[in-house]
């Protein structure tokens, strides 16, 4: 868990000063019969900004594709139209 921890910061940019950061936290539980057992949790923050820039940073990597497919779909469009 640790190491997935750790690796979580790499996964948004960082941004502005701001980056995605993730905590491993543990309890303490208790079952029915009394017995105690550890639990584990990541606490996962991601800055807004950090979240804006993967938008960008998505919209910029599929730009190539939606564009080609508009281009094809206004050629299209342009063969079809009667005029």
Same mark, same amino acid.
């Given at each position: 868990? @640790?190491?997935?921890?750790?690796?979580? %910061?790499n996964a948004f940019p960082k941004f502005v000063g701001g980056r995605a950061s993730a905590?491993?936290?543990?309890?303490t539980s208790h079952n029915d019969d009394g017995? @105690?057992?550890?639990?584990?949790?990541? %606490?996962?923050i991601i800055p807004r900004r950090c979240r804006v820039a993967a938008i960008f940073e998505d919209v910029d990597y599929a730009a190539p594709?939606?564009?080609?497919?508009?281009?094809?779909?206004?050629?299209?469009?342009?063969?079809?139209r009667p005029g």
């Open positions: 868990m @640790e190491q997935r921890a750790a690796a979580f %910061d905590k491993l936290t543990q309890d017995e @105690e057992y550890q639990t584990y949790s990541v %606490d996962v594709s939606w564009l080609n497919a508009t281009a094809l779909l206004l050629f299209v469009w342009k063969l079809a």
